[in-house]
């Protein structure tokens, strides 16, 4: 695996294997890889020939008291484990190459509709600043397929709107969300949670699969929703949001709607902020 940091040298990369007609898939991430991770840089290889990581903790997408300074950053050991799970090209460009002009001075995406509820009403500016280094990693890149997590539904979401209104000659792949044996969906936040905090974390998709059982059975959005924010309560969460969405474009379901529905939750334990999702069919 190589390992760059800067444009040229990415450039070079990429545009050497498309000349040899090879397919570029690419997996954009924060670092401190998992399972999760590796599961999408595997799902990337059986699309493309050459798989391309990033590795960039961005600031842009952090609000003011949020974790961007103690986010987890371990580039020897993501490094190692990307060459294990058949990683071709790691790019780990530092914030000056990402934000030529300061982070603060960057041009701004905003992707509204789905960028502007749940997680978007939650965390304001955290989309604006996903979609803009979306994008400036996609033209940095110039993958012809690029790999997202069902973890972040919401995320992948935004980038699909992105890459289709600028009319970005790739395709968006969303991987399936891989979870610990207890439920818990891995996550490089889940190494905030001391002991006790772990052992109730699995409480978030447990609430997820109750919500799904209890839409099933009849229930009314509103009541399924509220009560999945009391249980979340009594585990011991502070939630953001439990909502029962349209998984498609996250709109609230008309009433009587029952297909292509998910539920989605935020929620805090002490400072750490977990959000999941489950698809109901
Ligand atoms: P992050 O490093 O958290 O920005 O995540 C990078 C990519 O990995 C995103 O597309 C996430 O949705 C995806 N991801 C994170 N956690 C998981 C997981 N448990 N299973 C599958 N994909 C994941």
């Known amino acids: 695996m190589r390992s760059v940091g800067d444009l040229r040298s990415l450039r070079a990369c990429v545009r050497a294997w498309k000349q040899e007609g090879q397919r570029i898939g690419f ?38 008291n949020e974790d961007f300074g103690r986010y987890p950053r371990t580039l020897a050991e993501d490094t190692v484990g990307l060459i294990e799970h058949g990683c071709d090209l790691l790019f780990a460009p530092a914030v000056e190459v990402m934000y030529p002009g300061g982070p603060e001075h960057t041009l701004k995406i905003h992707v509204p509709d789905v960028g502007d509820t749940l997680e978007g009403a939650h965390r304001p500016g955290h989309f604006d600043g996903v979609a803009t280094v979306v994008a400036k990693l996609l033209v940095m890149v110039e993958p012809d397929v690029a790999v997202f997590g069902q973890k972040d539904w919401q995320q992948q979401l935004l980038v699909r709107r992105l890459v289709q209104e600028l009319a970005l000659p790739l395709e968006i792949i969303t991987g399936p969300i891989v979870r610990e044996a207890d439920g818990l969906a891995l996550s490089s936040r889940n190494r905030y949670l001391d002991a006790n905090q772990r052992a109730r974390a699995p409480e978030l998709h447990a609430t997820l699969e109750w919500m799904r059982s209890s839409f099933a059975e009849g229930h009314v959005r509103a009541a399924v929703e509220g009560a999945a924010v009391r249980r979340l309560e009594r585990a011991g969460f502070a939630p953001d949001y439990a909502a029962v969405r349209r998984a498609m474009d996250l709109a609230i379901p008309a009433e009587g709607e029952r297909t292509g529905l998910m539920a989605l939750v935020a929620a ?14």
């Not at 805090?268 to 069919?281: K, P, V």
């Open 268 to 281: 805090r334990l002490g400072t750490t902020r977990l959000i999941d999702n489950l698809c109901f069919d």
């Open 27 to 64: 997996v954009p991430t924060m670092g401190n890889l998992h399972a999760g991770h590796f599961s999408l840089v595997e799902l990337a290889h059986r699309h493309a020939e050459r798989v391309v990581a990033s590795v960039f903790v961005n600031p842009t997408q952090f609000g003011p």
